[in-house]
């Protein structure tokens, strides 16, 4: 069945540095992938998403990449925040007649000002 | 902007007993689900709804129930708590269903303890 890998965090970073959070995934066809954010305290929020292969998704500096010869979808940030501090959440999505996200285990990133 | 409201926000059961956690959205989406959050695992899938009176079971149904009388509600039903069932759960909502866009729209969390 599909799957979703992520690297294991917590991930700290100082302020301004670049980001790069690895997603690699597992599937019989063509999914969407996606990254979700949540914030201390907040449900998932979707932060961007790229529906075919060489799409690239991006919002508040964040981009990732789809590669589907690299099964990848890593995301990237080139200059970190401390209000960026979030867990961060690769997911995909495939009409498989379940009409639900694969999630990744997600992966803290800890901003140090 | 209420958008997905769950409740309650923290509850502490012991073992055997059964509650409700509430879940209402007012985007008048289509598509409703449960979610848990358990360290290490993501988020699994445990029922889910296309429009009202139709239900499905996701990844981990057991010891769960669910219905849709409404548009607007999503309760899951714990029948009989048991310890594993610790976790936090997330209701999640989508117009068009998930297929269309992959924007699910999360309510804050329910944080269960089973005792």
């Known amino acids: 069945g599909d799957s979703v890998t992520q690297m294991e965090g917590p991930v700290t970073l100082s302020e301004e540095a670049f980001l790069t959070i690895n997603c690699t995934y597992t599937?019989?066809?063509?999914?969407?992938l996606f990254w979700y954010v949540q914030y201390p305290g907040e449900g998932l929020q979707l932060l961007l998403k790229?529906?075919?292969?060489?799409d690239k998704g991006s919002n508040k500096g964040f981009e990732a990449t789809y590669r589907k010869e690299t099964t990848s979808f890593h995301l990237e940030k080139g200059s970190v925040q401390v209000s960026d501090s979030a867990v961060y959440f690769c997911?995909?999505?495939?009409?498989?007649?379940?009409?639900?996200?694969?999630f990744g285990s997600g992966t803290r990133l800890q901003v140090q000002p | 902007n209420a958008g997905v409201t769950q409740t309650p926000k923290f509850q502490v059961l012991k073992t055997g007993q059964s509650m409700t956690l509430q879940c209402a959205q007012d985007m008048n989406h289509e598509y409703m689900s449960w979610y848990r959050q358990d360290p290490g695992m993501g988020l699994r899938l445990i029922h889910y709804?296309?429009?009202?009176?139709?239900?499905d079971q996701g990844e981990v149904p057991n010891g769960y129930n669910v219905s849709r009388s409404t548009t607007e509600d999503f309760p899951l039903r714990l029948l009989s708590a048991a310890p594993s069932q610790t976790s936090v759960y997330f209701c999640?909502?989508?117009?068009?269903?998930?297929?269309?866009?992959?924007?699910?729209?999360f309510g804050e969390g329910s944080r269960l303890t089973v005792l």
């Open positions: 997911a995909l999505y495939e009409d498989t007649g379940r009409r639900a996200l694969t």
């Open positions: 709804s296309v429009g009202a009176g139709i239900t």
């Open positions: 790229a529906t075919k292969a060489d």
């Open positions: 999640a909502s989508s117009t068009y269903g998930v297929a269309n866009t992959g924007e699910l729209f």
């Open positions: 599937a019989t066809g063509y999914p969407s």
